[in-house]
């Protein structure tokens, strides 16, 4: 069965995170920042992907998720390497950007939770993997449901 250009290209920003997501773990874990060499090229490819797809939906997904977390940043906590890389997961989730976005602060709440607890206020966890964490739940659960990004 052939598959669209539309449903073809909804895969390419996942292909991309799916090759980037150890790099940016481990980075992110090791100093506390997402390199912009790893992020910023994949909103350019979101971007393309989204072009191909002629749907605002991954457009909306990019700029919502990645403003809200910019404007979380205002007020500190949040880096600028978690709003590029919310923007980046926005444009690659699509309908799922929701559900990755709770996921995301599910699991990082819990995990902030821990950390307070071990190491007292003023403790800090990076937050890029949770976002990427989030991102692959929310995917997993799509498919398993049977609807695509």
Do not use: C
């Not at 191909?52 to 906590?77: D, F, I, N, T």
Request: proline share 6%; glycine share 12%.
């Amino acid at each position: 069965m052939p598959v669209s250009l539309a449903a073809a290209s909804a895969l390419i920003p996942v292909v991309y995170l799916a090759a980037v997501t150890p790099a940016l773990v481990l980075a992110d874990l090791r100093s506390h920042r997402l390199p912009n060499r790893m992020v910023v090229p994949g909103i350019g490819v979101g971007l393309v992907a989204v072009a191909l797809q002629w749907s605002w939906v991954p457009l909306a997904a990019g700029l919502a998720y990645g403003g809200a977390l910019y404007l979380m940043s205002l007020a500190g906590g949040i880096g600028m390497g978690d709003v590029k890389l919310a923007t980046l997961i926005g444009l690659a989730a699509g309908t799922a950007t929701l559900d990755a976005a709770v996921a995301a602060f599910l699991l990082g709440g819990v995990a902030a939770s821990i950390v307070l607890l071990r190491r007292g206020r003023g403790a800090r966890i990076p937050f890029g993997p949770w976002l990427l964490a989030g991102y692959w739940v929310a995917l997993t659960a799509e498919s398993i449901a049977g609807i695509s990004p």
